[in-house]
C-alpha cells in the first residue's frame, strides 16, 4: 500500500512537473502576467467555454492599464498581449520579418490539406501564395464580379420583403448569413446555393457545419493543443467538410476542363494563375550566406488552389454576415443615423437610374462610415495574431522575447479604449471617413503585410447588401432586441453574437 502510495506521488509530482514546465518565464522577464495554472495555463475561461478569446485578450488589455504589454499562458504555450500601438506597428509592420509567421497552424511543418491556404500558411509558403493572389483582388477583378452580386441582392430584398409582410421578427444574422453565403457561391464556386429562398440548401449547411463545432471537432482541438507533434496528422478540419469541399472544387474545375471559362469568378481566376505557371520569389525564411534571400518557388496544384477556395468561402461569409448584421443592430437602436444612411441610398441610386452597380456602391460614403463604425465596436475578428521567428526585442521595453512565442494584438480592446475614441460604446460613424487609419489601433482588416487580402471584396459585398436592403427597408427594435447582446462564449475565430440579432423589417414608402 505505502509502495502504491509512493508510486502515485511520484506520477502525480511528475505530470505536475511537467504541465507546469516554463510558467516562470514571464516572472524572470519581470512581465505582468496572468498566473497559470497546470495543462490549461492562464486560459481556463476558455477551455470552459465562460469566454471567447476576443473576450479574453479584450479583459487582459483593460486589467492592465499601465503596462506596455502583458504575458499570459496559452496551456503551456507563452504568449503576450500588446497593449501599445507602436509596438503594434512593430510586429504588424516594422519588424514583420520577426512575425511572418501567423503561428494559428498547430504544428510548426506539418499541414492539413485544406489550412494550406493564405490565412493559414507559413512563411514561403504564404509569401508565393499572396504574391500571385493579390492581382485576384484588383479593382478590376472586382468590378468584373459585380453582376454576380445584384441578383443575390435582388433576392435578398424578396426574402426581406415576405418577412416584413408576415410583421415577425426577422434574425439579420440568419439573413445576412445567407446572403453572403450565396454571394461566395457564385463568386467563389460559380454556382447558384440557392442560401436566400432555402435556408437548408446544401451550401448553406456547409457554411453552419464549418463554423458550428462538433464534441469531435472540440476533442481533436483540445487533443492538437496540448499534444501537437504527437497529433500532428490529426485533421482539424471535420472530415465531411473536405470531401464536400475537395468534391465541389474539383466538379466545376472538371466541368470548366480546368479551364478559365468567362465567368470572373474566383475559380477563374484561380485557373488563370495557374496558367502562368509555377509561382517563383524571394524566399521569407531562408538566405543565402551574404544575407540575400534565397530563391522560393511553388506549383499551384488543384490541391492547394481547393484549399484557397476553402478559406475563401468560410472567411468570406462568415466576416461579412457577422459585420453587416451588427451594423444593421447599430441603425436599428440610431433611427437618425439610419435615416441619413438611407437619404444618401436613394440619392445615389436615383444617380444611376434605381440600380446598384459597383460605381454606386463607391459614393456611398456615409454608408460606408456605418459600417467601419460598426466594425470598430465589434470587429469580426477580435484579435490577431502572430508568432515570433527569433529573438526579438520591444522597442522601449527592454523585454526580449525568444522564438514561438505568440504576440496578440487585441483589437476589440484597442477600438473601444476611451484613450483613443471618445465615449467608445456610442455609435458615432462620423468619426471614421476613408482616412481612418489612426495610429494602428482601428484595425479590423489588420495591417501591413498579412493584412486581410480581401478587405475590398468584403466591403463591397457587405455595402451592397446593406444598400440593397435599406432601400427598400427600415430596420427597427423587436420585442427580443438587446442593446448590448451577449457575445456567444464558443466564437473564438469570428465573433458572434449568442443567439442571434432579433430587428424588424419595415417595408419603406419611397417615392
Known amino acids: ?87 503594434v506597428k512593430c510586429v504588424l509592420i516594422t519588424d514583420f520579418q520577426y512575425f511572418y509567421r501567423r ?45 454576380l452580386i445584384v441578383e443575390r441582392t435582388e433576392r435578398l430584398q424578396r426574402t426581406a420583403a415576405a418577412a416584413a409582410a408576415r410583421g415577425a421578427e426577422v434574425d439579420v444574422r440568419d439573413l445576412m448569413a445567407r446572403y453572403t453565403t450565396d454571394f461566395i457561391g457564385a463568386c467563389g464556386f460559380g454556382i447558384d446555393a440557392n442560401s436566400i429562398d432555402n435556408e437548408d440548401a446544401p451550401f448553406r449547411k456547409l457554411g453552419k457545419r464549418i463554423f458550428t463545432p462538433s464534441l469531435r471537432d472540440i476533442i481533436v482541438i483540445l487533443a492538437k493543443w496540448l499534444a501537437p507533434d504527437l497529433l500532428k496528422h490529426l485533421k482539424t478540419v471535420p472530415p465531411e467538410v473536405e470531401r464536400d469541399t475537395l468534391s465541389l472544387v474539383r466538379g466545376i474545375m472538371g466541368q470548366r476542363n480546368y479551364q478559365p471559362s468567362g465567368r470572373n469568378d474566383f475559380i477563374d481566376l484561380l485557373l488563370e494563375l495557374k496558367q502562368k505557371g509555377k509561382i517563383v520569389g524571394e524566399s521569407i525564411e531562408h538566405r543565402n550566406s551574404d544575407g540575400s534571400p534565397k530563391s ?56 444611376y437610374g434605381g440600380k446598384l452597380c459597383y460605381d454606386a456602391v463607391n459614393e456611398m460614403k456615409y454608408l460606408k462610415m456605418c459600417f467601419y463604425e460598426s466594425m470598430r465596436i465589434f470587429p469580426s475578428l477580435g484579435f490577431l495574431i502572430r508568432k515570433c521567428v ?16 505568440a504576440v496578440i494584438i487585441p483589437v476589440q480592446g484597442l477600438q473601444t479604449d476611451e484613450k483613443y475614441f471618445e465615449e467608445p460604446e456610442e455609435f458615432r460613424p462620423e468619426r471614421l471617413d476613408d482616412n481612418r487609419v489612426m495610429n494602428h489601433v482601428y484595425l479590423p482588416f489588420g495591417e501591413g503585410p498579412r493584412a486581410c487580402i480581401g478587405e475590398r471584396l468584403g466591403l463591397m459585398q457587405s455595402l451592397a447588401g446593406l444598400a440593397a436592403l435599406l432601400h427598400q427597408f427600415s430596420v427597427a427594435p423587436s420585442v427580443n432586441t ?27 414608402k419611397i417615392d
Open 103 to 147: 503561428g494559428i497552424n498547430y504544428h510548426k511543418d506539418v499541414f492539413e490539406p485544406m489550412f494550406k491556404n493564405l490565412f493559414f500558411a507559413e512563411g514561403d509558403l504564404w509569401k508565393l501564395l499572396r504574391q500571385r493572389l493579390t492581382p485576384a483582388f484588383s479593382s478590376g477583378k472586382l468590378k468584373a464580379m459585380f453582376p
Open 390 to 405: 527569433q529573438p526579438y526585442t520591444f522597442p522601449g521595453t527592454g523585454v526580449t522575447i525568444d522564438e514561438g512565442v
Open 296 to 351: 522560393a518557388e511553388l506549383e499551384m496544384d488543384n490541391l492547394l488552389m481547393a484549399a484557397q477556395v476553402f478559406v475563401f468561402f468560410a472567411a468570406g461569409f462568415e466576416t461579412s454576415s457577422s459585420a453587416t448584421s451588427f451594423t444593421l443592430h447599430q441603425l436599428a437602436l440610431h433611427p437618425e443615423q439610419q435615416a441619413k444612411c438611407q437619404e444618401e441610398i436613394d440619392e445615389v441610386l436615383t444617380r
Open 482 to 508: 438587446k442593446t448590448n447582446p451577449p457575445k456567444d462564449p464558443t466564437g473564438h475565430v469570428v465573433q458572434s453574437i449568442k443567439g442571434g440579432i432579433p430587428l424588424l423589417l419595415k417595408k419603406r
Open 1 to 87: 500500500m505505502i509502495q502504491l502510495i509512493a508510486v502515485c506521488a511520484v506520477v502525480a509530482y511528475c505530470l505536475y512537473s511537467l504541465s507546469t514546465r516554463g510558467y516562470d518565464y514571464w516572472h524572470k522577464k519581470g512581465v505582468q502576467h496572468e498566473k497559470p495554472l497546470p495543462f490549461i495555463g492562464s486560459t481556463g475561461r476558455i477551455f470552459a467555454q465562460k469566454m471567447s478569446m476576443t473576450e479574453y485578450f479584450t479583459d487582459l488589455y483593460r486589467k492592465y492599464p499601465n503596462e506596455k504589454l502583458v504575458g499570459y499562458y496559452f496551456s503551456r504555450e507563452k504568449a503576450v498581449v500588446l497593449r501599445d500601438p507602436e509596438l
